[in-house]
């Protein structure tokens, strides 16, 4: 009987949660005498490719020792958006004075409800990653450590998998900082941070990328006092730097304590509080917070799986060796997902586990090469981006024109108040082959399908110039750079052609 995994508070809701992808009372099924695949790991990657492969007729196994949903569901992506929707509510409810609304004094977060809304659409959305669910799908679920026993085995608490083809999706885990005294300090990570009942009154965020600086601005929003410390001079340094300014003004205004370019030398526990001894420019100081928040990157979760007795090649701090088509040194075996991806993110996950099915069950040759992979940071205004950046132009010699339209330009970005932000899109210099683009709005993740839909389907700025978008719209910043680049084809010459039709015309 697998055992259950520990998810606090076990509250009502996440109760709910663990029945639905760790059911105490799930009993393994017999295995069949071969499956045409064995997934290990039920995160993203695991899931669509379990239910991908049954739902096209192959005899499918599906190993998870944790939770069904992976990070996604659990500790990640769910979670983190149910606490920013309601640190966004408050954040617009400090500036509703802007739009006329006058609100009464003494609002207050109810960050114990707070979490408990997230705790509650958490288990309800569980329900479409459930154990049960993958039952009646026709997958076999196990539930317990799987690893690799020979050539074409999986043990799985002591039930033998015989497969034709594997696949490895067992993802990542948050990088503990090895900074002396956190551990007996104690902190937080994605894995726990979501396990609050009281608020902190003061939160160290240790890591100023992605995760870092959504966490570090929704917690700063619900009433924590922030310090977010990160080993560069801005924040999200890999991303556009015209981003990430606006962004660091936005963090400034919530009232975020930005330390950057510092050493943090060790945590020590005082009267109840962490103190973090920095060192910035050869003078020390003490911050003293409530709990601490480590958001500093991803180990794979390679551990325990026997990969060397499969002849499967990985490395500790990069993950499962794959090719082009997500096949791993073993030609038998393959890996999609966050265990063996750049590029971590749960729709690069659905995107490879999509391409695994067809490439391990059906001798296609799909390439990871080949795929267009947008992202976006969702703090408040979000960053997406798709493609390359300059920097990357420059770095492979491809010359680049770029096109930009601030927010402040586009109506009803002004209307809505969402003025700090920009449509930023790169094309291949004399043409309009759009290379990459960076889009800062409120709801840029949404803006930015547009233009990855164009570079997938070779669709060039001038075409875009060409749709009608709604007005008023915050998309329509895209249509206006597309504009911008069509105004330079309109050259003195084709200018003077069309000057001299006119007067001719007349």
Request: with cysteine; aromatic share 6%; hydrophobic share 40%.
């Given at each position: 009987?697998?055992?259950?995994?520990?998810?606090?508070?076990?509250?009502?809701?996440?109760?709910?949660?663990?029945?639905?992808?760790?059911?105490?009372?799930?009993?393994?099924p017999?295995?069949?005498?071969?499956?045409n695949?064995?997934?290990?790991?039920?995160?993203?990657?695991?899931?669509v490719?379990?239910?991908?492969?049954?739902g096209?007729?192959?005899k499918?196994?599906?190993?998870?020792?944790h939770?069904?949903?992976?990070?996604?569901?659990?500790?990640g992506?769910?979670?983190?958006?149910?606490i920013?929707?309601?640190?966004r509510?408050?954040?617009?409810?400090?500036?509703?004075?802007?739009?006329?609304?006058?609100v009464?004094?003494?609002?207050?977060?109810?960050?114990?409800?707070?979490?408990e809304?997230?705790?509650?659409?958490?288990?309800?959305?569980?329900?479409?990653?459930s154990?049960?669910r993958?039952?009646e799908?026709?997958?076999?679920?196990f539930?317990?450590?799987?690893?690799?026993s020979?050539?074409d085995?999986v043990?799985?608490?002591g039930?033998?998998l015989?497969?034709?083809?594997?696949?490895?999706?067992?993802?990542?885990?948050?990088?503990?900082?090895?900074?002396?005294?956190l551990?007996?300090?104690g902190?937080?990570?994605?894995?726990?941070?979501?396990?609050?009942?009281?608020?902190?009154?003061?939160?160290?965020?240790i890591g100023?990328g992605?995760?870092?600086?959504?966490?570090a601005?929704?917690?700063?929003?619900?009433?924590?006092?922030?310090?977010?410390?990160h080993?560069?001079?801005?924040?999200?340094?890999r991303?556009?730097?015209?981003?990430a300014?606006?962004?660091?003004?936005?963090?400034?205004?919530?009232?975020?304590r930005?330390?950057?370019?510092?050493?943090?030398?060790?945590?020590?526990?005082?009267?109840?509080?962490?103190?973090?001894?920095?060192?910035?420019?050869?003078?020390?100081?003490?911050?003293?917070?409530d709990?601490?928040?480590?958001?500093?990157?991803?180990?794979?979760?390679?551990?325990?799986?026997?990969?060397?007795a499969?002849?499967?090649?990985?490395?500790?701090?990069?993950g499962?060796?794959?090719?082009?088509?997500?096949q791993?040194?073993n030609?038998?075996?393959?890996?999609c997902?966050?265990?063996?991806?750049k590029?971590?993110?749960?729709?690069?996950?659905?995107?490879?586990?999509?391409?695994?099915i067809?490439n391990?069950?059906?001798?296609?040759?799909?390439?990871?090469?080949?795929?267009?992979?947008?992202?976006?940071?969702?703090?408040?205004?979000?960053?997406?981006?798709?493609?390359?950046?300059?920097?990357?132009?420059?770095?492979?010699?491809?010359?680049?024109?770029?096109?930009?339209?601030?927010?402040?330009?586009?109506?009803?970005?002004?209307?809505?108040?969402?003025e700090e932000?920009?449509?930023?899109?790169?094309?291949?210099?004399?043409t309009?082959?759009?290379?990459?683009?960076?889009?800062?709005?409120?709801?840029?993740?949404?803006?930015?399908?547009?233009v990855?839909?164009?570079?997938?389907g070779?669709?060039?700025?001038?075409?875009?110039?060409?749709?009608?978008?709604?007005y008023p719209?915050?998309?329509?910043?895209?249509?206006?750079?597309?504009?911008?680049?069509?105004?330079?084809?309109?050259?003195?010459f084709?200018r003077?052609?069309?000057?001299?039709?006119?007067?001719?015309?007349?």
């Amino acid at each position: 009987m697998p055992q259950i995994p520990e998810v606090l508070p076990y509250d009502i809701h996440n109760e709910a949660l663990v029945s639905n992808v760790h059911p105490l009372d799930w009993e393994n099924p017999k295995p069949a005498p071969c499956y045409n695949l064995v997934v290990i790991g039920a995160g993203t990657a695991g899931l669509v490719t379990a239910a991908g492969a049954a739902g096209l007729g192959a005899k499918v196994a599906l190993v998870e020792r944790h939770l069904l949903g992976g990070d996604c569901l659990n500790v990640g992506c769910v979670p983190s958006k149910c606490i920013i929707r309601s640190s966004r509510v408050m954040a617009d409810i400090r500036d509703a004075n802007q739009f006329g609304i006058r609100v009464p004094q003494g609002m207050e977060v109810d960050f114990p409800f707070v979490m408990e809304r997230m705790r509650r659409l958490r288990a309800r959305i569980s329900a479409h990653d459930s154990a049960k669910r993958f039952k009646e799908m026709g997958v076999d679920v196990f539930l317990g450590e799987g690893r690799f026993s020979g050539p074409d085995v999986v043990d799985v608490t002591g039930k033998v998998l015989r497969f034709k083809k594997a696949v490895i999706a067992t993802g990542t885990r948050p990088v503990h900082p090895t900074i002396e005294g956190l551990a007996e300090a104690g902190f937080l990570t994605n894995e726990t941070v979501f396990s609050l009942t009281e608020r902190p009154r003061r939160l160290a965020v240790i890591g100023g990328g992605p995760i870092g600086c959504e966490l570090a601005q929704a917690f700063r929003r619900l009433g924590c006092e922030v310090t977010l410390f990160h080993n560069a001079s801005h924040i999200l340094n890999r991303e556009d730097e015209d981003a990430a300014e606006i962004l660091q003004r936005s963090f400034i205004r919530d009232g975020i304590r930005l330390v950057f370019d510092c050493k943090t030398k060790r945590v020590e526990k005082k009267n109840g509080t962490k103190v973090i001894y920095i060192e910035c420019g050869g003078r020390e100081e003490e911050i003293a917070v409530d709990e601490i928040l480590a958001g500093a990157g991803r180990a794979p979760n390679v551990e325990g799986l026997n990969l060397e007795a499969v002849g499967v090649k990985y490395d500790k701090r990069e993950g499962i060796e794959v090719n082009e088509h997500l096949q791993t040194t073993n030609p038998g075996i393959y890996a999609c997902g966050d265990i063996c991806l750049k590029y971590k993110f749960t729709h690069t996950a659905d995107a490879t586990a999509r391409m695994v099915i067809q490439n391990a069950l059906f001798l296609g040759r799909k390439k990871l090469s080949a795929l267009t992979i947008p992202w976006c940071t969702y703090t408040d205004p979000e960053i997406a981006h798709v493609g390359m950046y300059e920097r990357d132009a420059r770095e492979k010699g491809i010359a680049v024109d770029t096109f930009i339209r601030p927010l402040n330009d586009v109506d009803r970005a002004v209307a809505d108040g969402e003025e700090e932000g920009f449509v930023k899109i790169h094309v291949r210099k004399g043409t309009d082959k759009i290379l990459g683009a960076t889009i800062v709005a409120r709801h840029a993740g949404e803006m930015l399908s547009e233009v990855t839909l164009a570079i997938v389907g070779n669709v060039g700025l001038g075409t875009l110039s060409n749709v009608i978008h709604t007005y008023p719209t915050q998309a329509e910043a895209i249509k206006q750079v597309a504009d911008a680049y069509n105004r330079t084809r309109l050259t003195p010459f084709i200018r003077g052609m069309f000057t001299r039709w006119l007067a001719w015309s007349r």
